[in-house]
């Protein structure tokens, strides 16, 4: 279903200063259950509020999500992070604290109650603090963690300008952030910090290496 015939404007990109304050546009459009799609350290991320179960469920049609797999987060600070979905493993402070903000993504057990289709079929989550100020920016000023599944439709490359998104979503994506440029960033490294010591999930722009030096 498009967003137009759920009763959502149409899209509409706005252009964003990358230290500048967040539109109230994109935060009514979090807040009433829109996507919005936004410039991360990678690539261009889609936006929900976690807790909401039909939001979660729009955007996971929207992006063709299937099984069982979660959605990741991302967050202004280590506080937030912690706030709202509860405190991290001492493994994960240590990483946190010298990898965010940054391209690390943390996979912990949250206390917190998200909206089906949020967490793994483990009930794990997925969550960092990314290097641009945007997107920290958007997190902080809604109030809570927002979704940071890559803006493409499942098989397609992702979204690396705000046209690229109007292109691959239409109205199905409400507001675009639009930074200038091309973002072409490598993915995080995803590391699992619910053991003793960490688990390499996903090879990203942060070394290996590096990470288990900064885990001990």
């Known amino acids: 279903m498009r967003a137009a015939d759920e009763g959502f404007p149409v899209t509409h990109r706005i252009s964003i200063d990358p230290v500048g304050d967040v539109p109230h546009d994109a935060l009514d459009a979090l807040r009433h259950g829109e996507i919005v799609a936004y ?3 990678t690539l261009y991320g889609l936006a929900v ?9 729009r955007l996971r049609r929207v992006k063709g999500r299937a099984g069982l797999s979660g959605l990741p987060l991302i967050a202004g600070s280590l506080a937030q992070v912690e706030s709202g979905l509860g405190p991290l493993p001492p493994l994960g402070r240590r990483l946190a604290a010298t990898w965010w903000p940054g ?10 109650n998200l909206a089906d289709g949020v967490t793994a079929a483990d ?9 641009t100020e945007p997107a920290r920016r958007l997190a902080l000023a809604s109030g809570y963690l927002i979704t940071a599944t890559s803006a493409n439709p499942a098989g397609e490359t ?28 490598e993915p995080s490294t ?23 030096q900064s885990a001990s």
């Open 123 to 131: 009930a794990s989550v997925a969550v960092r603090v990314p290097g």
């Open 49 to 57: 509020d976690p807790r909401q179960r039909e939001a979660v469920a």
């Open 158 to 185: 992702p979204a690396a300008t705000g046209e690229e998104v109007e292109n691959l979503f239409g109205p199905l994506v409400s507001i675009t952030l639009e930074q200038a440029g091309v973002l072409r960033g």
């Open 39 to 41: 410039p991360t350290d």
């Open 103 to 112: 391209p690390v993504t943390l996979i912990f057990m949250p206390t917190a």
């Open 190 to 212: 995803i590391v699992d910090i619910r053991g003793v010591a960490p688990v390499l999930v996903r090879a990203g722009v942060v070394p290996w290496d590096r990470v288990l």
